[in-house]
């Protein structure tokens, strides 16, 4: 009740000071990060999962959707590019399958010798046949056409896939980390979020790289065709009623055997093994939904934002801000997870015009006060400000108040 | 010849630096993840704030008009490794401790750690802003050149590098005398491996803690400002280097000082290795190889810009069928 009161007048704050039309721009994005936060809320919340990727997911949620939806590009579908594309995707599904087989050789009577041998000539056949497929048709797309184009899918569908792309990703991911502790799980990530985002940066025929995408395809009136705070709004809407039915869905599985598992497990993972739950399965499949979900979430992210730039995609913004989201608002409750998303990310909007109002005064004082020269690059520090604030709140919530503002609602049966 | 001394520049000396830094990185990786039981991210920071504690000693140092025979940066780098390791137990004292006091699950104490992490990349470059410093000021670099017969290119090799290549060899050395001869040593060997038993047995666990952050503070002061002498001192210089330092840790085996600087120096070869362009090397062989068998005259394993990919698919490859390390570390 409070925290939807606080929510209530933070948005009335907003809409007078900054004008309908920039907040309820402020507001979508907010929900889309409530969406993420959600998902992450699954793998943290429910099941203790450190998941350090999130800006991985997102960007590869948002490429995946900004592919699937944006117009083709017909240069590319006239010149040889769609053949390349075809052989070199049969390249990428001959690797996979190379590394598959050689795991499984055990199973053909190769002993432990044998099997690590045939793993690293295979592990080396896959690795020469994908970057010796990915030059000449990179080269032969980039001259051609530019870039491949998207395929002009309905939005939705582009969201839906870039759920299932997150959800792939992170099924690799989950599988080499989850039999280890968490640790482990939290450096593959924070490598793995690295590597997309260094990939999406240089795969200009696939991403057209730093050229950025834009514009991209709204699922509702464009904001070029409608007005601007109508389209917003509608916009808004959509978000809402995505939050409001994954949050219903999310609440049914908390409540339902599954979620009480999943607690179980987090809990005490010993206990729950004991009991006879696939301890690693469980996880996989929570892992995998918490990343459907953020790079779903993503995706809707980058459709309203509208340029697909994969420089944008920072760990400050898109791992750590969710992170803060997830733990002050509390882990562990739904509610809590929207309430930090929606409160975090407008304070956090708001801040940037308030760190240079605090470092300019600073300066000014300063200079008036003891004749202090401020350096020329203020207001990049004044950015810096913000990264430190991010990490004192991670370090004093832990400390502070570790169940955050919402805590997990344990129910007690008599 | 001019071809292999190519090599042995870009691949081989290179080499030998980044895995020197790595090593110095992942020792103390290792030691806070065997004897604390944490990931500690925030690891790649404590190098750059060591590197600015280098270069604010030897400004001072220069400002007063202290001559040293040798660059006043390396002169700063003795009492700069000190503070670093003051620095680190102030921010055990601060953040991890009071945690593991209330018997936290071990990865509440790593989202600290990447909280710590944010906290002095967002208070170094507050301090410090966001450009580039040269370590040097304007002095020159020292450069040692050797030459192969029959090469004309030299073999360069600059001062700071040949003071990282010593000072961790010197560690590995100092090292191995500490754990294995020494009594605290022992003791944090001791703790690594069981910590309930060698508290019950009268070891001094937070004497351990602390030597444990002395030695991970010291070096990774000495590693970051080294490299940051090396090339130039950036403020985002750790980001890049916790991947393959965790890499480093984990492939030599987590609680294993000595796996780790041998992780350090396979991560640094590989890396350096997989992006070399072996094209130099293959036109010189060309001309004795039949037109059938002729070799590209441009290849590099892995793009320079894909540098990431090599320490992470070694860490992948390790985790999935090694996860103890090659060393037979601990696996939580």
Redesign the interface.
Known sequence: MIAAAILIAVAIVVFASQGPVYSTRMFVEAGCYALIALGLNLQWGYAGLFNVGVMGLIAAGAATSMIATFPSNPLFWNSGGPGLLGWFLARLGLAILLIVFANMSDRIGFGPKARALAIAVAIAAAWILVTEGVNPMAAEIETKATWIGGFGLPVFVGWLLAAVVAGLISWFIAKVCLGLRADYLAIATIGFAQIIKTFLKNADWLTRGTLTVSPLPWPVVKPAEGEFLLARSLYLCLVAVLIIVIYLALQRAWNSPWGRMMRAIRDNEEAAAAMGKDVNRRRLEIFVIGSMLIGFGGAVLIHFTGVFDPAGFIDLNHTFLVWVMVILGGAGNNRGAIFGALLIYVIWTMSAPAATLLFDALRDYGKVWFDWDAPSDLDSRAFQMRVFVIGLTITLVLRLAPAGVLPETVKHRK | MEALVFLINKALVAGLVIGSIYALGAIGVTLI?GILR??H?AHGDLMTLGAFFTLALAGIGASLGIATPFPIALAALLPAMLLTAASAIAIDRT?YR??RLAK?????I???S??????????I??VA???TRNMFFDQAKDIHRFTLPGARREIVMTEPQVVLVALTICAMVGLHWFLTRSRLGKAMRAVSDNPDLARITGIDTDRVVRATWVTAGALACAAGSLLSMDVFLKPDLAFNL??PI??AA?VGGIGQPFGAIAGGFLIGFSETLAIFDWGVLFRELNPLLPALLQLPTSFA?V?T??K??V??VI???V???R?TGVFRGK??
């Open positions: 993840f944490f990931a991210f953040f009071p945690l936290v699950r071990p990865i509440i790593v989202i600290a990447v909280g710590v992490t944010l906290m002095l990349q967002g208070a470059r507050l802003g966001v450009g916790l991947l965790f890499a984990i394993f793009p810009e894909y990431l990919m320490p992470f860490l992948i490859i985790l999935v069928y996860p696996v939580f």
